[in-house]
Structures are given as C-alpha cells and as structure tokens.
C-alpha cells in the first residue's frame, strides 16, 4: 500500500538552529500534504497546508517564518523550525493524500523534535 | 467549528475482553468521523470511518464503530481484545467527506492490553 515516509524520526539540537524535517510520499505523487504538530497529551493540531508549486497555508497562530515549508516536488515537502526554542519541542507528523481513488490521507511515522 | 473529545486517555483491557473507546464530537455541519490508530515508532493508519452512509462502521482489524446522533458519538469497539491492539488510538472529524486537510483531532487513547 501506499507509504509516507518521514525522517527524521527523532532529533536534538541547541537552541537558535535550525532543523528540517522530511516527509515523503513513496508510491504516489501528493499534491497536497499536511504538517501537523502534538505537544504531550494533547491532540494532533494542523500547523499548515503543504501545496506543490506554491506558497504553504498556515493555520491561525502558526508563524510562518518560523516554520519553513517546501514542497518543491510531487513527492516531498520540508518543514523546517527556523531558530528553534525550547518551546518548539515538540511531535511533528506529515500526511499526505493520495490522489488516486478515495484520496486517501497516509500519514508518516513523527518526528520526536527536542530543542536543548 | 468541529471538536472531538475521546474519555479516557488511558484504557487497560485484558486480552479477549471488549474494548470501548469512547469519542464525543462536536460540529456545526454534519460530521465526517474518523478512527485512527498509531502503533508504536509507526504512523497513523486509518481504521474506519463514517461517511453518513451507514451509523455502524466496520473496520479493519475487527473493529467497529457506531455513529450516534442524538448522543453526537462515536465510539470504537471490537468484541475481543488480542495483544497486537495495544496502541494509541485517535478519533478525528472532519467537514469533508476526504477527510482532507480539516480534520480535528482528539487527544488520543492509549490502550494496553494485558496477558
């Protein structure tokens, strides 16, 4: 079936770097993907929209400049945490929807992201 | 705006016992539900989902959920717990049938199973 892969699944970095996550879809071409974030025990909350060829739309409250989105192909999009801060520690997850038939959502497995 | 509320953050079964997760929704349109689950180090992988087609979703892994109207719920059930169900489990709504880039997630359920 189709996959969405996601690396990295764990990362730690200083504060004030940067770190880019990836999100892959592997047997189908996405358009479209989507970059959630989950802080512990809470739910899953869409940051933004992933758009192939164009500018990514964020959710209410979300920074954009902090959280650099590409989605420079039909297979993968970046979500890069610009400056990161304690704060931004946090469970990262893609999806992606699969154009073909139902438009299934797939998800990738999480990125645990930890800012020292 | 569309909520989801699962009770329960935690749910311990015992293996071939029934398991009940709970999911409440909230939605000013009609609902388009969603069970995910997530295996450890795994991503989500969708369950079951109610479309408006039928109130009782069947799903894979035996599981299966009835939509509740009057009660605006949700919630999963399979008849016999096995070991390999132990995961967390996340109810989700959604205005679009797709269930695109809308849904709204509730906090999780982790479910263990014991021997």
């Known amino acids: 079936g189709a996959v969405v892969s996601q690396h990295p699944s764990w990362v730690i970095c200083k504060s004030g770097t940067s770190v880019k996550i990836e999100c892959r879809s592997l047997d189908f071409q996405a358009t479209t993907m989507f970059w959630y974030r989950q802080f512990p025990k809470q739910s899953l909350m869409l940051m933004a929209t992933s758009n192939e060829g164009s500018k990514a739309t964020y959710e209410q409250g979300v920074e954009k400049d902090k959280f650099l989105i590409n989605h420079a192909s039909l297979t993968l999009s970046t979500l890069t945490v610009t400056s990161a801060h304690p704060e931004d520690s946090s469970f990262y997850i893609c999806?992606?929807?699969?154009?073909?038939?139902?438009?299934?959502?797939?998800f990738g497995s999480g990125t645990q992201l930890s800012v020292l | 705006a569309q909520s989801v509320t699962q009770l329960g953050s935690h749910v311990s079964v015992s293996e071939g016992a029934l398991v009940l997760l709970r999911c409440n929704y909230s939605s000013s349109v009609p609902p388009y539900l969603f069970w995910y689950v997530q295996y450890p180090n795994q991503g989500l992988q969708l369950l079951l989902k109610?479309?408006?087609?039928?109130?009782l979703v069947k799903g894979i892994n035996g599981f299966e959920a009835e939509f509740k109207k009057s009660e605006t719920s949700f919630h999963l059930t399979k008849p016999s717990a096995h070991m390999s169900d132990a995961a967390e489990y996340f109810c989700?709504?959604?205005?679009?049938?797709?269930?695109?880039?809308?849904?709204?997630f509730g906090k999780g359920t982790k479910l263990t199973v014991n021997p």
């Open positions: 999806s992606a929807r699969d154009p073909r038939g139902m438009k299934k959502l797939f």
């Open positions: 989700a709504v959604s205005g679009t049938q797709g269930g695109s880039e809308k849904l709204v």
């Open positions: 109610y479309t408006s087609a039928a109130t």
